[in-house]
DNA sequence: AATCGGATCGTCT
DNA sequence: GACGATCCGATTG
């Protein structure tokens, strides 16, 4: 289990959220060690509306335009985190890669009690559903990932695997880009594709 | 299988 | 005061 370098998500925000298919998210709690493989991304540059951070910085979204490889965290829908990994290349102002979907590795147990349920393809599969089975919250906003600690993002050898591009989800504007990414067949993505 | 509405609150208009 | 990078359970076909 290698960290990712910070170089890595100094690069153009599409081909950070391609290239991070496979990786590992990797959370310490509590002593107890959760991974689990990233299968399923999305890019958001802020450049475009459908970004948190079009309209410009604000307190909530800073971290959009701080250092990459550091965690921006959002609260939605009144009850969901979601988990972001800033990554742009050096002439954008801000981006990040929204992680949607995880396939669970170590840890499962405390996963499926922190979600209270014990479908293991229902345990992190979508980006609140992955925020709840690994304690994602706000205490984790702007975290660094490329050092170990709480969260980090490693990458175990896995074989670069085959992806597909989509439109992204639960969006109302840009919604023709086709920035959201899949690994080919996995079985643990956030939504079928057709 | 597909669609629909409720939950719930921080952030911006 | 409205809405959002969602999830879940209920209802309908």
Redesign the pocket.
């Known amino acids: 289990m290698k960290l990712l370098r910070r170089s890595f998500y100094q690069r153009n925000t599409v081909d950070v959220a391609q290239d991070l298919l496979g990786k590992i998210v990797v959370r310490e709690f509590n002593n107890v060690r959760m991974t689990g493989r990233i299968v399923e991304t999305?890019a958001?540059s802020c450049f475009e509306p459908?970004?948190?951070?079009f309209?410009g910085q604000?307190?909530?979204?800073k971290a959009?335009f701080g250092p990459v490889g550091h965690a921006?965290i959002?609260?939605?829908?009144?009850?969901?985190y979601?988990l972001?990994v800033v990554a742009r290349d050096d002439k954008t102002l801000g981006g990040?890669?929204?992680i949607?979907a995880l396939e669970p590795l170590e840890g499962i147990e405390r996963m499926e009690k922190l979600?209270k349920?014990h479908e293991i393809h229902?345990l992190t599969?979508?980006?609140?559903?992955?925020?709840?089975a690994l304690h994602i919250t706000?205490k984790l906003y702007g975290v660094d990932l490329t050092k170990k600690g709480e969260l980090y993002i490693a990458d175990d050898g896995f074989k670069k695997p085959s992806i597909i591009a989509t439109q992204?989800?639960?969006?109302?504007?840009a919604q023709d880009m086709m920035w959201r990414f899949v690994i080919k067949g996995n079985p643990f993505l956030?939504k079928?594709i057709k």
């Open positions: 999305e958001y459908a970004c948190h951070g309209r604000t307190e909530s979204n959009l921006y959002y609260f939605i829908y009144g009850m969901h979601a972001n990040g890669v929204l949607r979600r349920i229902n599969n979508g980006p609140g559903k992955l925020a709840q706000k992204r989800i639960g969006i109302s504007k956030s079928k």
